[in-house]
């Protein structure tokens, strides 16, 4: 019997579960752990709440959740109520789908003022994430500044431009849908250093700008290069760079029948934000491209903001004696492999890049070096006691553990608690979610 312990159960966690049964079938025993008590990862806490049909996904892990050789452990800290090297005394193979929960720092003056947030907060605030429920965004400014040109910068754009009546289906929680109502914002900056070939954007997301009903996207046509230039972008870009340019040949006297403006700021780094205790300005220097990097020309900018999310990527939380990339703010690892028995997957692996898919050839191919190591003696003789020495020191420690079946009983309080049309109401604070079990 093999036994392996994933922490993290998220979409890298269970595509490494669903490999592991495959791989190993009845002789393999599968923990996934995470910090919360349900399960899931940015499934539920990071995928924009209007986007529904991206979260069906889960469907999917639960057929792996459910099987009897794999069990989520749901409201255990690894690294905190139980260290990496109890797993490691427990488990042939500990691997880290923890991701990348962690804002990367704007790293300018100013951005510990108030009302400055990164990403992984603010969508952490509308998706009812436990750590960011209480975040309480003021929206009462005239403009809000996105920092950052991919696809998180669009969400939190978009979510910021909506109506009440578009968020009908979706899951957005209901402090959020409040505090959204009753936003003052009229004008939505999305600032990016470099230039409209050089958005992260997908088209389908950028596209979805323009069909808003309260507000309409603003591009400068001085903005954009010439068209032939768009001949040598990937399909996916170009049709990305087709959407600005279709935002740009958008006629005034449409764009103002919506009062909302999402502007687009091109090759603008922040450099300062202004302001007493809450930002009130953002000072910007405009930037030229050398060889593909953004460098600044010395002629800067202040533009107003009331409001600042910067989205421009995240960090993985370290974890107490697992070696530590610090340049690159993820496990220091070899495609995959951290220490012996100690292995990584998805953005604890590689950085928050790619789509929910990409993280399944992770998990498979996770598996594939568990096997090896398997097979070539690496991960040592030892007879492992698996879950049942997780399940005596979990006992010892004292630890309220969630179990899957726990799970579905909070997912059904959820769903009842759902106002009309939405598909749950989220609990958004740890004890909520556990008296809801029952
Ligand atoms: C705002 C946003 C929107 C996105 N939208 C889309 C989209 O529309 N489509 C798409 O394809 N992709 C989208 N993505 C990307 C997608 O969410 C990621 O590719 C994917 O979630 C990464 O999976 P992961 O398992 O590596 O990490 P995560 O999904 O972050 O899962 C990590 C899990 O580990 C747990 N954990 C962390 N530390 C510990 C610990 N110490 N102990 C126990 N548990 C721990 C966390 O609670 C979490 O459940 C989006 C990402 C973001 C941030």
């Not at 032939?228 to 005034?252: M, N």
């Amino acid at each position: 019997m093999r036994h392996i312990a994933i922490i993290g159960s998220g979409p890298a966690g269970y595509y490494t579960a669903e490999a592991a049964q495959k791989a190993f079938g009845d002789e393999v025993r599968v923990d996934v752990f995470d910090c919360l008590p349900v399960p899931f990862g940015l499934i539920r806490s990071g995928v924009a709440p209007d986007h529904q049909s991206i979260k069906g996904v889960s469907r999917r892990y639960e057929k792996v959740a459910l099987s009897d050789n794999v069990r989520f452990v749901g409201n255990v800290t690894i690294g905190q109520d139980v260290s990496i090297a109890e797993l490691q005394e427990l488990y042939d193979a500990v691997v880290l789908a923890t991701g990348a929960p962690k804002d990367h720092e704007l790293g300018i003056p100013g951005d510990d003022l108030a009302n400055v947030f990164g990403s992984a907060a603010f969508v952490g605030w509308y998706n009812g994430h436990p750590q960011f429920a209480a975040l309480n965004p003021d929206l009462s400014g005239k403009t809000a500044v996105v920092i950052g040109m991919g696809n998180v910068a669009l969400d939190v754009a978009r979510i910021l431009a909506k109506t009440r009546a578009e968020f009908a289906g979706s899951d957005i929680v209901a402090h959020a849908l409040e505090a959204l109502e009753a936003s003052q914002i009229e004008r939505i900056v999305i600032l990016g250093r470099r230039g409209p070939h050089q958005i992260m954007m997908t088209p389908k997301e950028l596209g979805e700008l323009g069909e808003l009903e309260r507000a309409s996207p603003h591009v400068a046509p001085a903005d954009l290069p010439a068209q032939e230039e768009d001949a040598i972008l990937e399909p996916g870009l170009r049709k990305s760079v087709s959407h600005l340019r279709a935002f740009a040949a958008t006629p005034e006297h449409i764009r103002a029948e919506k009062p909302i403006a999402l502007e687009f700021v091109f090759m603008s780094a922040p450099r300062a934000l202004i302001g007493n205790d809450k930002v009130e300005a953002i000072e910007v220097e405009k930037t030229r491209l050398v060889h593909g990097r953004a460098e600044g020309t010395g002629e800067t900018e202040t533009l107003p903001a009331d409001l600042v999310v910067s989205c421009i990527g995240y960090r993985t939380a370290p974890i107490p004696g697992v070696p530590f990339d610090e340049r690159a703010g993820r496990f220091a690892n070899d495609e995959g492999r951290i220490l012996p028995g100690l292995y990584c997957v998805g953005w604890a692996r590689r950085g928050p890049t790619g789509t929910i898919g990409t993280n399944r050839p992770d998990g498979y191919s996770v598996v594939e070096l568990i096997q090896a190591d398997t097979e070539s003696g690496a991960l040592g003789a030892t007879r492992k006691q698996g879950r049942a020495g997780f399940d005596a020191l979990a006992a010892e420690r004292n630890l309220d553990i969630v179990t899957f079946r726990d799970w579905k009983k909070i997912e059904e309080a959820e769903e009842r608690a759902a106002r009309e049309g939405a598909p749950r109401e989220k609990f958004v604070d740890i004890e909520a979610m556990i008296r809801a079990r029952g």
